[in-house]
């Protein structure tokens, strides 16, 4: 498997760095097999969907409706997907890389603009004028359409939305070089750090476009990433921000 290749060859390049990430990587993937639910569990559980009024008037403003599975980054990594394989060593030196890469999605629908995933206005700000920003948007929303609320969405959340996006409507979101923050936060070797995930594009002609995992630290120049943001059913139970 490609997340199996990776460790072993963090193993044979040595060093302590890669070394350490071949171990985190070893432990990840035991607690990442944990959280596999059976397919009893999984049959069992309903996902989460948007009312038809809602649905109706996501559409009408020009969102896209994605349904979402229950899975972890880590796992899709491990089967094959379209995450980028390099950021297990980039985050060798982030203690709870467990958390991040095993964390799991939502089963519910989340709802897409392309063109406005990344929310305006909160590039360059700090976490917590980018949290008043989403707070605003979010009473905007609330005024407009009914049963969907908006969220800064986990790390899961956001890798899980724009793969199964590009699945159902066979477009990348992000691009190439833009990211979305999330709010997933990490412990890095420069201190706290937050998730971004983006830059979902192609390295070499003729390849699939691989999504990357990206650490971005909030200093006094604010947070070099704007925030993603995702519209979910208001009765999925989410911290909004």
């Known amino acids: 498997m490609a997340i199996e290749s990776a460790r072993r060859g963090l193993r044979e390049q040595g060093g302590f760095r890669n070394r350490a990430a071949a171990g985190m990587l070893r432990v990840a993937k035991g607690v990442a097999r944990e959280d596999v639910s059976t397919p009893a569990e999984a049959e069992a559980r309903e996902m989460v969907r948007f009312p038809n009024a809602a649905r109706e008037a996501l559409r009408g403003s020009g969102y896209l409706i994605v349904g979402m599975q229950r899975t972890a980054m880590l796992s899709v990594m491990e089967a094959g997907g379209p995450i980028r394989n390099d950021v297990i060593p980039r985050f060798a030196g982030t203690s709870p890389l467990i958390t991040a890469f095993t964390e799991l999605s939502n089963y519910t629908e989340v709802a897409i603009n392309p063109t406005k995933l990344v929310l305006a206005d909160t590039l360059d700000k700090s976490y917590e004028d980018q949290t008043k920003i989403i707070q605003e948007q979010v009473l905007q929303l609330a005024q407009t359409i009914p ?78 990433a704007g925030v993603a943001g995702l519209i979910v059913p208001s009765n999925l139970p989410y911290k909004i921000y």
């Open 147 to 224: 049963d969907v609320k908006l969220v800064r969405p986990s790390a899961a959340d956001l890798a899980i939305a724009a793969i199964r996006f590009l699945e159902q409507y066979g477009y990348a979101l992000f691009g190439k070089f833009v990211y979305g923050t999330t709010s997933t936060f990490v412990e890095s070797d420069n201190g706290k750090s937050v998730v971004g995930v983006g830059n979902f594009s192609v390295s070499n002609i003729g390849e699939e476009p691989q999504l990357d995992i990206k650490l971005f630290q909030s200093t006094s120049d604010g947070i070099q």
